[in-house]
């Protein structure tokens, strides 16, 4: 079943959809959760709570991209629980070393004017990860939306953990580059 059909299926208001859709990105979702909480039962709390989430936006909502429409439902529901769990206990802290690694890069001063324009530079950082090359938009985004440690992207694109790390680093020196040259930072 394609994801037009399902998402037909929510419009409809037919509960299979809940189940159709949970066979085909149950695997997808859980992975998103596991890879921010490491812990089978939450990211199964997780995955559930977006399969309701989801019957509570369809309708009205319409997602053009159904699998990154759940991941980033199934990813707030995995941020949220563990803020509010202790942080070093779940993940390894893998959520706090990738936000660490971007600090540094997006660091701006607090100044109103500029709390106003987040909005704008979403769009500047959203433009700059959609003009990298494929390998690189995907390993970046692995790391920063998906929180997958460095060694399973290396794995994943059989690659070296090194080879990984200096991607992303010259990636957000890219960034970084790019924000200061639109005057972001």
Request: hydrophobic share 35%; aromatic share 12%; glycine share 4%.
């Amino acid at each position: 079943m394609d994801d037009r059909d399902l998402i037909r299926l929510f419009f409809k208001r037919d509960e299979s959809a809940i189940q159709k859709t949970s066979e085909k990105y149950g695997h997808y979702c859980f992975t998103v959760a596991w890879n921010i909480l490491f812990d089978r039962e939450d990211s199964e709390e997780c995955v559930n709570d977006t399969w309701l989430k989801t019957w509570e936006l369809i309708p009205p909502q319409r997602p053009v991209r159904f699998q990154y429409f759940l991941a980033k439902i199934t990813r707030n529901f995995a941020l949220n629980r563990l803020r509010s769990e202790t942080r070093e206990k779940r993940g390894g802290g893998e959520y706090e070393t990738a936000l660490e690694e971007l600090e540094y890069t997006l660091h701006t001063d607090s100044d109103p004017q500029k709390e106003l324009m987040a909005a704008e530079l979403a769009k500047a950082v959203n433009r700059f990860v959609k003009g990298l090359p494929e390998r690189e938009r995907n390993i970046f985004i692995r790391r920063y939306f998906y929180l997958e440690t460095p060694k399973q992207i290396a794995d994943r694109y059989a690659i070296g953990t090194n080879n990984v790390s200096v991607i992303l680093n010259r990636t957000r020196n890219r960034l970084k580059e790019m924000l200061q040259k639109e005057g972001y930072l």
